[in-house]
């Protein structure tokens, strides 16, 4: 039987629909049927009806990076003492050994907060934490990241086939100094034909421009010593720049943190139609500064938000990491510019905008209520 979800308003982020109040969403539990005032849809409606109250509803949010699988390092890494000391203390940990309970915690809290479609990023142990995101309902693109210097043979599955009820399974570049540049265009070449999104750090640190740039600093020796360091060319342009020499910048791919841009950057980015996901608590848990959010906000480039892993954040809300960019943000935004940054903007940079991202007819029947405490930050 159908059933209505009653709130005191709503913003259901369809094109040319403002703050909507009094809002009714009709749905057979999976699927939107109708949405619109219930003043209107009342007459032709018998079902059951589920009143919110005195709440704002929204589409229910996406989490457009985060590491599931690191969900048993909460606490056990450093906080603002740089990247190389981050992952210093990151790598003391065993990282990969799944500890699917941490998993499943995480992803129980993500839907609690209002979180129903993320991007999670794993180098091992996809198919696992996959399989508990579907279990559990959440919708997902589960990034297989590859990492290293191999260069892939003709022909080679980049990353797993397997299909899921809620999710899709993505192809996903780790970095340009720990991932060969063969690689990074493989895996983007077999996301573009299998029309995926293509998921990858990009200018996240001074330790990243250095090796772009000239091959040298303490991480480059870190990375050499291990084996792991990509030949970038070390010809002194930025990551952005040597990232575009590759091919890698296009409308399917999705760049995350971008906290090193020039302005010329993201002149780039935008001309390419990139997506960029910031992270911006992470990056200050890490202590690696504070991304150009207005340049890049004002550049018209599709922004969309995302928590990264518990090891470089405080929770996985999305609704905290909205809060305090918000809270440190030196322009205004509308409300629905500012809640497009954790619904429709990451829906669309993965490319699962048909299901998710806005309350409308034919999506998933998902949404989140926003916490009062933000109310007067979005509505003021």
Not at 6 to 35: P, Y
Not at 290 to 301: Q, V, Y
Request: hydrophobic share 40%; with cysteine; glycine share 10%.
């Amino acid at each position: 039987m159908n059933r209505c979800i009653r709130a005191a308003r709503a913003v259901t982020m369809k094109d040319g629909e403002g703050i909507l109040e009094n809002f009714a969403m009709i749905h057979d539990g999976s699927t939107i049927l109708e949405t619109g005032c219930w003043t209107d849809l009342k007459k032709d409606f018998s079902g059951e009806v589920d009143d919110l109250g005195e709440v704002t509803v929204v589409p229910g949010l996406v989490n457009a990076h985060v590491h599931l699988g690191l969900s048993h390092l909460r606490g056990k890494t450093v906080q603002g003492q740089g990247f190389t000391s981050w992952v210093k203390s990151l790598i003391a940990n065993p990282m990969y050994i799944p500890e699917m309970d941490a998993v499943r915690k995480a992803v129980a809290g993500m839907l609690e907060s209002g979180t129903v479609f993320c991007a999670d990023i794993a180098t091992a142990n996809v198919i696992n934490i996959a399989t508990v995101m579907d279990e559990l309902g959440m919708g997902f693109c589960a990034c297989c990241e590859a990492m290293g210097l191999q260069v892939p043979e003709e022909g080679a599955k980049l990353f797993p086939q397997k299909k899921f009820i809620n999710g899709k399974v993505v192809g996903s570049g780790h970095a340009l100094y720990s991932t060969s540049a063969e690689l990074l265009r493989a895996v983007k070449k077999a996301d573009d034909e299998a029309g995926l999104p293509f998921p990858m750090h990009l200018a996240e640190n001074a330790e990243e421009d250095e090796i772009v740039a000239a091959g040298t600093g303490v991480f480059a020796e870190m990375l050499r010593g291990a084996g792991m360091l990509a030949d970038c060319g070390n010809s002194g342009i930025t990551p952005v720049e040597y990232a575009d020499s590759l091919g890698l910048l296009d409308g399917s791919t999705l760049v995350v943190h971008c906290v090193r841009v020039t302005d010329s950057d993201i002149a780039i980015l935008e001309e390419r139609n990139v997506n960029v996901c910031l992270c911006p608590r992470s990056n200050e848990y890490i202590g690696e500064g504070r991304a150009p959010w207005e340049k890049i906000l004002k550049s018209g480039i599709n922004t969309c938000l995302g928590t990264d892993s518990i090891a470089s954040n405080y929770d996985l809300n999305m609704w905290n990491e909205l809060e305090y960019l918000l809270e440190n943000l030196e322009i205004s935004l509308s409300a629905r510019e500012a809640l497009s940054l954790v619904t429709l903007n990451g829906a669309r940079a993965l490319k699962t905008d048909n299901s998710y991202g806005s309350l409308e007819k034919g999506k998933r029947a998902v949404f989140a209520t926003v916490p009062s405490r933000l109310e007067g930050l979005l509505f003021a």
